[in-house]
């Protein structure tokens, strides 16, 4: 079956655009996270969902990101106003539940210039 | 958060060597998952294992919850184990190591 995809794979901005970062869970998946990896660095969380809602949002590093699910499928992750920190890969993931086994997705490789 | 650690940090590997990577974790968890990165970026599930132990052909995992680790076990490496592993805890939303970065050569 389908796995986790991301579109799109690479994004370059210019420092100050908007940009927006779309994520497909596998089918079924009530749960769905978002992750930040900086260059060589583990990954750290951003955000959660449950279906449609946003139950979590720690993780996220300024009000110029945010992200929604509004039919509880896909998720779209927006940063606002870029800003060249915000490089990094954002990689999504989604499990059947909370507390069960993440898949994660391939991933979007973000480059501010 | 849940802090975790991981060690060596970096591992080379002669071909067809066997190595066990560690990870340390703060706190009791009820999610705990290894992962392989690919030079891609791509993480690849190896094993889901908040506890015991699990095998996988040459990969083999085991988690002492009560005692806050968990090893993963690489026999007979190859060229293709490169990469770098991470380990990764919950509840939910999962907090990663820094990962060891393992090169085997041929």
């Given at each position: 079956g389908?796995?986790?995809?991301?579109?799109?794979?690479?994004?370059?901005?210019?420092?100050?655009q908007?940009?927006?970062?779309?994520?497909?869970p596998?089918?079924?998946h009530?749960?769905?996270?978002?992750?930040?990896?900086a260059?060589?660095?583990?990954?750290?969380?951003?955000?959660?969902?449950?279906?449609?809602?946003?139950?979590?949002?720690?993780?996220?590093?300024?009000?110029?990101?945010?992200?929604?699910?509004?039919?509880?499928?896909?998720?779209?992750?927006?940063?606002?106003?870029?800003?060249?920190?915000?490089?990094?890969?954002?990689?999504?993931?989604?499990?059947?539940?909370?507390?069960?086994?993440?898949?994660?997705?391939?991933?979007?490789r973000?480059?501010?210039? | 958060?849940?802090?975790?650690?991981?060690?060596?940090?970096d591992?080379?590997?002669?071909?067809?060597?066997?190595?066990?990577?560690?990870?340390?974790?703060?706190?009791?968890?009820?999610?705990?998952?290894?992962?392989?990165?690919?030079?891609?970026?791509?993480?690849?599930?190896?094993?889901?294992?908040?506890?015991?132990?699990k095998q996988?052909?040459?990969?083999?995992?085991?988690?002492?919850a009560?005692?806050?680790?968990s090893?993963?076990?690489?026999?007979?490496?190859?060229t293709?184990?490169?990469?770098?592993?991470?380990?990764?805890?919950?509840?939910?939303?999962?907090?990663?190591?820094?990962?060891t970065?393992?090169?085997?050569?041929?």
């Amino acid at each position: 079956g389908a796995g986790v995809s991301q579109s799109p794979r690479y994004k370059v901005a210019k420092r100050g655009q908007d940009v927006a970062l779309r994520c497909d869970p596998i089918s079924g998946h009530v749960s769905l996270f978002w992750y930040q990896q900086a260059l060589g660095q583990g990954p750290e969380f951003l955000t959660y969902f449950q279906n449609e809602a946003q139950l979590d949002k720690s993780g996220l590093p300024s009000d110029r990101f945010f992200a929604e699910r509004p039919e509880g499928s896909v998720s779209t992750l927006k940063i606002q106003r870029t800003q060249q920190e915000d490089s990094a890969v954002y990689l999504c993931a989604s499990s059947p539940n909370y507390y069960n086994e993440q898949f994660f997705g391939p991933g979007t490789r973000l480059t501010v210039l | 958060g849940i802090q975790v650690e991981q060690s060596p940090p970096d591992l080379i590997l002669q071909e067809g060597a066997n190595s066990t990577l560690r990870c340390n974790f703060s706190d009791s968890v009820n999610n705990l998952q290894w992962f392989h990165q690919n030079p891609w970026g791509q993480l690849i599930n190896l094993f889901y294992i908040p506890s015991g132990t699990k095998q996988n052909g040459r990969l083999s995992a085991t988690t002492v919850a009560t005692e806050r680790y968990s090893l993963l076990y690489i026999s007979s490496s190859q060229t293709t184990d490169s990469g770098v592993y991470f380990c990764a805890v919950g509840p939910g939303k999962l907090s990663f190591g820094a990962g060891t970065t393992v090169t085997v050569r041929a």
